[in-house]
């Protein structure tokens, strides 16, 4: 049997429904199951989101009494290659950014939100700046 690997990651959302029209229409993924909601399964390429809402089991409180919640710095990580028409096409829907381009030895990366305050990080290689 061949099975398909994917890399999985779990976002907290405040709105499931929201979360998936915003990763599947500005982002390129797509729907493999929704349970909205409570939670749902977006795909792109290889990476698996499953974005949970305030209904799913993601979160419930803690033992010690904290309850998870949507944000934070850590992101998911997608790599484009011309970040600066990303950024025009995506400034042009109305998506919220955290910071302007900026670049690094290993190219440049800009900080986007979904509707819940997630970070995806759009990264070009400096391979692809440099063409």
Same mark, same amino acid.
């Given at each position: 049997?061949?099975?398909?690997?994917?890399?999985?990651?779990?976002?907290?959302?405040?709105?499931?429904?929201?979360?998936?029209?915003?990763?599947?229409?500005?982002?390129?993924?797509?729907?493999?199951?929704?349970?909205?909601?409570?939670?749902?399964?977006?795909?792109?390429?290889?990476?698996?989101?499953?974005?949970?809402?305030?209904?799913?089991?993601?979160?419930?409180?803690?033992?010690?009494?904290?309850?998870? =919640?949507?944000?934070?710095?850590?992101?998911?990580?997608?790599?484009?290659?011309?970040?600066?028409?990303?950024?025009?096409?995506?400034?042009?829907?109305?998506?919220?950014?955290?910071?302007?381009?900026?670049?690094?030895?290993?190219?440049?990366?800009?900080?986007?939100?979904?509707?819940?305050?997630?970070?995806?990080?759009?990264?070009?290689?400096?391979?692809?700046? =440099?063409?």
């Amino acid at each position: 049997m061949t099975t398909t690997e994917f890399a999985s990651v779990r976002y907290l959302v405040d709105d499931v429904r929201a979360a998936v029209d915003f990763y599947t229409t500005h982002l390129g993924f797509t729907v493999a199951f929704d349970a909205s909601p409570a939670m749902a399964d977006v795909r792109r390429g290889p990476l698996r989101l499953i974005v949970a809402g305030p209904t799913s089991s993601a979160a419930r409180p803690m033992p010690d009494g904290v309850t998870p =919640t949507p944000g934070g710095w850590n992101r998911i990580h997608l790599t484009v290659s011309d970040i600066s028409a990303e950024v025009t096409r995506l400034q042009a829907a109305d998506v919220v950014f955290r910071n302007e381009i900026i670049s690094g030895p290993g190219g440049q990366q800009v900080l986007l939100q979904d509707p819940s305050g997630n970070l995806i990080e759009l990264f070009q290689p400096a391979d692809a700046v =440099t063409r």
